[in-house]
C-alpha cells in the first residue's frame, strides 16, 4: 500500500483527493494535514466523510509527515509548497503538488503573474509539469510533480494537438473558459456566497489571470518554442465563474493554418488521444456538457470548423476538482508509482 | 458474474442502475431495455457513457430477456412490472421492481391510491418489500423484489426504530419531506422544466402522495399492527419539491409516548442500525443534510427532542437516485445472490 | 417626500429597502448608512444601484440621521437599535426597526431566545409588532415598529385568522419551514458559500431557532391568551436552509377542532384576508409555490383538509426580503405616514 | 391609454411583457393571446398574476385583435406575424415583432439561416430594426417594428461604437455568449428539463446560432458597408446555456485597429451612449455580471484591452426577457407612441 499525506486536506481539492484515495485499492491516507482545523475530526469538517475517515486534523509538518509517507499532496495555497520542500523530505517522499509553485520554468514569468519572490527556484527546473497524457515519460521518475492547473488541463489538452502538428494559427488563439464554483476554493469570502454566484454570470481576471503563463508555456513546447529562451505563444484567457459546484468549459478559438481541413483536425486528435483512457473525443460538430464529466476524471473535447471564418471552435469540458485537480493529482500518483495509470480513477461519470 | 438486464435504462433510477453495475465487481450488464429509444446507441442517450457502454437499447421482451439475465431491474411507470410477469420469467431470473406494483400488500389500498386495477395480485403476497435493513431476511429467497420508493426509504427508516419500540405516540406522525428535482424523472413535461423548478420551492400531492399507504403499511408492521385485518397506522405526509438534482430529506415529528426520554430514543436506533453499513447514526442534536451523501448509498439519521412540546424531530436524509432507487436495488440484488451486501456500493458521498 | 434614512443599508434586507424606495413615489432616501463600509459609494457595494445611487456610505449616528430623517429603518443586529434609540430620536423620527429587539413583549423570552440583555426595555411596551394585516390600527400612531421576521410573518398570517376563530387545536400546530439563503444575510460565512448551500436541503436551529417565540406570541394574542401573564400557546418550529435566492415557504400542520369543516376553514380566510391587498388566498387544494411572489409584497395562501387524519395542511409562501422584510417594513411607512398602504409597492412578481 | 394586444402572451417573453405593461402607467393590455391555452384563465398559466389579472386567453385572431388595440406584439415562433400581418392590421395598429421575422433584410440570408421560405418579404423593407439606442429615428415613424434578439442585443450593443469608429479590426470579432436558461422558451422539452441543465453548461449551435446572421449586418451597417449589396463582416458566435433563470453575458473579443488606444475606445463609448439611460458604462476593467441588472432594462458594459496581444475584451450584460425581448419591446412602443422612451421601463435591478 502506497502511504499518502495530504497538507491542505480540508480545501476543496485536498477533500477530492481524500475521496479519491479512500476509494483506491493501493493506497492508504496516513496524514490528513489541515493548519485551519488542527486537531479536529476531519469527518466534522467533511460530514460526508462520517464513519470514512476516524482521524483528526494535523498540521502541515512536513519533515514528519516525509517520514510517514511516500508521497505527499500540497493542495495548499501558492508558495506553501516552494516554502517546504528539501532533500530531507524529497529523499523519503515523493511531492504532487497542487498548487502554482512549480508549474511555470521561468521565475520572471512566475513572479510577474503571482506577484511574490519563488522560495525554491532550485528545484524549479527538476520539477516535472503533471499532465499525464502528455508528460508520462517524463513524470514516471520525478521527485517533485506540478500538478497542472483546472482551466489549464481542459485549455491544453484541447488545443495541444493541433499546435503541435501545426493545424492553427497560434497567434489567433483565443480561449473563453468557464467553471463551476468549488475552483474558488472554501475560503468565507464574500463574492462566493450563494447569494452573489447564484443566478449570475461573471467573467473575472480579464487579461490577467495567472492560468494564462501556463497555458502559454506549454503551447509554446507543442509548437517546438524556444520557450525558456524568451519564444512563447500569447493568448488571450478569460474565465467565468459558473453558478453550479463543478466543472469547466473551454471554448478556444482559432484561425486554421493554410489549408488545414476538418479531417487534419480529426486526425491530429485522432493520433494524439486515441488510446487515452481518459480522453473522450466526441468529435466533429459534437460538443461536450460539463454535466457528462462530473465525479469522473474525463476529459470530453469536441469541435467544428467554421468554413464562413476559417476557424476552429474546440471545446474541452472536465470536471475541475477531478481531472482538474485531485483525479489528475492521483493520475501522476499512479504512473510514479507504477500502476495502471487508471487505477481507482475508473469513476463513471455521475448524471444528474 | 451476475447477468443483469434494465428495464427502463434510460430513466433517471435506470441510468443510475447502469453507473452503479459498471462500477459493481460481480456483474455484466445484458440488457439495456429502453421502450423510447429501441435500437439507439445507450450513450448518445446518456453522454456520461460515452466510452463506457458500447450497447444499443432494447425493448421491453421480459420473456428473451428471462434467458439472458439472471436478474431482472424494472425501472418502469406503475403497472408495466404487473402486468409482464410470469411463471416463466421468474423460473430463470429474479425481479426487482423499482414500479410500486408490489409494493402494497392490499389491493384495495393500491387500487384506491394508485387508481388503476392491478394486474397481477396473484404475486403480491410473495413479493417482498426490499427495505434491506428491515427485510433482509424475507429477501433472501425472494423471486420479486418490490424496491422501496425513495420518499418511504427515506421516512420508515427514520422512524422505524422509534415506532417498534412503541417510543413515540403513532397518531401524531407528520413527515414533511422535500425532495430534488430527478425524482420526477426524465419526462419531458413543463412543471419541472428548469425555469419553472429553479428559483422556488413547492408541495406537491399534499395529503394525496401515493408513497403514504406504502409509510403507513411498513410502519403498522413496525408496530405490530394487523395491516392486512385493516389496523393501520395515519399519518400526514407532505412532500416539497427542492431546486437541486438529487436528495431527500424527510422532517418527521410525533409526540413522545409517555415517560420516553432522549436516552430512549438514542439506544433505539443503536439497537436497530448500530452494525448497519449504510445507516449512519449522527445522533442527538445533529441534523443530516442531503449534501453529505449525495452519489452514496448512506441514510444519515438526527434527531432532536423538544422538551417544551414533547415531540421528537427526527431527520432522515439519502440520495434519492442511490438508497432512494438503484443503489437499494443493487443492495437487494447483493443479498438475493449471497453477496457481500455493500459489494459495488461503497461509494463515498461527493461533495461539492 | 418623506425622508427616509437607512441604517444597515448594506445588507440584503437594507438593499431591498434602497430598491424599494427608489421606486416609491413619496420618499427620498437621505442616509444610506452602512458600519462596513463607511465613505465608499454605496453604488460600488451593489452594482445594481450604478448610475441610480450616487451616494456614499455613512456611519450609523442616529442622532445626526435623525434630524435629517422622517424615518429611520434600522436593518441591523439584534441589539444595534435598542442600545441607540431616545426621545431625541423619537421625537423628530419614527423608527421601523427589522431586528427582533422590540418584537418580543416579554424581556425574559427575549432574553432567553437571544441570549443577551435587553438594552432598552423601557420602549418594549409602546413599540408595535407591525405585521400590518393584524395591526394596522395600532402602527399608524407608533413612534417605534418591530418589523416582524421573514419566517414569522409567513406563519403567523397562514394560522392567525384559523387560531383567533379556533378551528384548530392550538397543541398540536407544527411548522415546517424552508427559506431561500439570502435570509442568512451577507456575511462572508463558510456555511453560506455558493458550493455549501447549493445542491443541499437542511434543517437548522430544530427546536430552538429564535423566531419560534416570536410566531407562539403573536397566535396566543390570536387566540386570547393572557400573554404577558404567562399563557402561551407552543408550537414545534422548523426551518430549512433551500438552495435558492429568495423565498420562504412555510408548511403548518394542525388538528381541526371539533367539527370544524373546510367550508370553516374557507370562511375565516375569507373573512379575516378578504379585502386585502397584499394577501392572496389561493384557496381549498390550491398551493402556494414561492416562485409565484419573488419579487413582490404578496403573500400567498393555500390549504386543504386531510380528513384521514382530521388535519389542516396550510402553506403560506413570501419573499422573504419584500413581505418577509423590507417590504413591510415600507407598507408600515407608509400606515404611518398615512399614505394608501400599497403606495410604492404594487410590485408584479418576477417570473422566471 | 394605450391599448395592447400580446399574441403568445404565455411564452415567457410574452409574459415578460405582461409583467413589464401592468406596471406601465400609459397602456392598458386588451388581449391575452395563446394559442395553447384559449379559454384558460391566464392568472391559471401564470399564477405570479393571480388577483392581477383576470382575464382567459384568446387565440391569435390578428385582424379582431388589430381592432381593439393600438399595439400588437407578437412573441411568437419564426413565421407566424409574418404569416398574418397585412394591411388592414397596419392601418389601425403598429406591430412590434418579437420574432425574427422582419429582422434581417436579406431574404436569401433569413431563408439560409432559419431554413423556410419569408412569406411577407414584401413588408421586410419597410420594417424597422428595432435596437432602440441605434435606429430611434427610424422606430418612431415605423409600422412594423422587428424586436432584436436577445444575443444580438447584447453583442451588438457592446461593439456598435467600436465597429463605427473603426477602433477594432471587423474580421477578428468573436463574441461567445453565455444565457440564462428562459431564452430556451417554456416549451416542454428534454433538454431544458431541470436536472438536464442544471449543474451544467454547454455551447449549442456552434457556428450556426440564428442569431450570427443578425448581429453580421448590424454590425455591417456600423462599418458603412453596403450589407444589402452583398458586403458583411463575418463573425464567430458562439452562445452556451447557463444554469440560471434570466441574463445574457456576451464577452466579445477583437484585435484593436492600427494605433488604438484605451482612451480611444473610453472616447467612443461615451461619445454614442454617454447619455443613453439604459446602457451604463462601467468603465475600463470593470466587468459586467448579469446579477446586477436581473429585473431590469439595463444593459451594463465593460472593457479591456490587453496590450499583450493588442485584443479588446468587451463585456456586455442584459436581462434576457427584459432589455433582450419585452423590456426593448415596450421601449420600442414608448418610441412609437411619442412617450418618454423610459416610461414604465425604471425598474430597479433586482438583487439577489
Excluded at 67 to 75: G, M, Y
Aim: net charge negative.
Amino acid at each position: 500500500m502506497i502511504k499518502a499525506g495530504i497538507i491542505g486536506s480540508t480545501g476543496y481539492a485536498g477533500a477530492e483527493i481524500v475521496r479519491l484515495l479512500l476509494q483506491h485499492p493501493e493506497t492508504e491516507i496516513v496524514w490528513y494535514g489541515s493548519r485551519s482545523y488542527v486537531d479536529q475530526n476531519y469527518a466534522e469538517i467533511y460530514r460526508n466523510m462520517f464513519e470514512l475517515v476516524d482521524e483528526k486534523c494535523l498540521n502541515d509538518d512536513m519533515d514528519e509527515l516525509a517520514e510517514r509517507a511516500d508521497v505527499i499532496f500540497t493542495a495548499t495555497p501558492q508558495g506553501l509548497c516552494a516554502s517546504l520542500v528539501n532533500e530531507n523530505i524529497l529523499s523519503s517522499s515523493k511531492i504532487i503538488d497542487l498548487s502554482a509553485d512549480f508549474r511555470l520554468k521561468r521565475t520572471d514569468v512566475y513572479e510577474k503573474w503571482y506577484k511574490r519572490t519563488h522560495e525554491a527556484p532550485h528545484y524549479i527546473k527538476e520539477a516535472v509539469y503533471g499532465l499525464c497524457e502528455v508528460n508520462r515519460d517524463k513524470i514516471r521518475n520525478a521527485r517533485i510533480i506540478a500538478n497542472p492547473g483546472c482551466y489549464t488541463t481542459t485549455s491544453i489538452l484541447t488545443l495541444y494537438p493541433l499546435v503541435k502538428d501545426g493545424l492553427i494559427d497560434t497567434d489567433t488563439i483565443i480561449i473563453d473558459a468557464k467553471s463551476g464554483t468549488s475552483g474558488a476554493g472554501r475560503g468565507a469570502k464574500l463574492p462566493n456566497l450563494f447569494c452573489e454566484v447564484n443566478e449570475s454570470i461573471k467573467p473575472y481576471g480579464v487579461a490577467t489571470h495567472r492560468h494564462t503563463p501556463e497555458i502559454e508555456e506549454q503551447l509554446s513546447y507543442a509548437a517546438g518554442l524556444n520557450y525558456e529562451g524568451g519564444e512563447s505563444i500569447l493568448i488571450n484567457f478569460t474565465p467565468h465563474l459558473v453558478p453550479m459546484n463543478r466543472g469547466i468549459l473551454a471554448t478556444c478559438y482559432a484561425k486554421l493554418a493554410d489549408g488545414v481541413t476538418a479531417a487534419d483536425i480529426a486526425g491530429s486528435y485522432e493520433r494524439q488521444y486515441g488510446s487515452e483512457y481518459f480522453i473522450r473525443l466526441l468529435g466533429e460538430g459534437v460538443f461536450p456538457e460539463t454535466r457528462w464529466v462530473e465525479g469522473s476524471n474525463f476529459v470530453d473535447i469536441g469541435w467544428t470548423v467554421d468554413e464562413r471564418t476559417n476557424r476552429l471552435i474546440a471545446c474541452g469540458a472536465l470536471d475541475n476538482l477531478v481531472k482538474g485537480a485531485a483525479g489528475q493529482a492521483v493520475q501522476n500518483m499512479n504512473i510514479l508509482f507504477g500502476l495502471e495509470e487508471n487505477t481507482g480513477l475508473k469513476l463513471v461519470p455521475v448524471f444528474p
